[in-house]
């Protein structure tokens, strides 16, 4: 069974870090474009920061100098280490990834995963 799994979430006082990361697994041909979301209470979802097989990133305006996007892609890993949080930044994250096999090439959601920025 393909799936994403996310982890590393959790609490966090304001100008901490966290480091989520998210894995796909299972029969995996290969791994495209993958991206962060975001989803607070409220609001609509997100795109914080996606990043090409290549290494090209893209990254929202509210968070450039504070998060970073990376992968592995040996590992079919992409990570997003968050510095400087603030309160606003709370909110369920999820994964993104574009999954590819012999002509074909899907999307997957992680389950998400929540962050909490609270002194």
């Known amino acids: 069974q393909v799936r994403l799994v996310e982890s590393g979430g959790g609490l966090a006082q304001p100008g901490g870090s966290l480091r989520l990361s998210c894995t796909a697994s299972?029969?995996?041909?290969?791994?495209?474009?993958m991206a962060w979301y975001r989803q607070a209470p409220g609001k609509q979802r997100e795109l914080v920061a996606g990043?090409?097989?290549?290494?090209?990133?893209n990254i929202i305006e509210s968070v450039k100098g504070r998060f970073t996007i990376s992968r592995d892609n040996a590992q079919n890993t992409v990570f997003l280490q968050m510095d400087g949080l603030k309160p606003e930044d709370t909110a369920v994250y999820y994964c993104?990834?574009?999954?590819?096999?012999?002509?074909?090439?899907?999307?997957?959601w992680g389950q998400g995963t929540q962050v909490t920025v609270s002194s």
């Open positions: 993104w990834a574009q999954l590819v096999w012999p002509r074909i090439l899907d999307v997957y």
């Open positions: 299972g029969r995996i041909f290969g791994v495209e474009d």
């Open positions: 990043i090409t097989r290549q290494g090209i990133t």
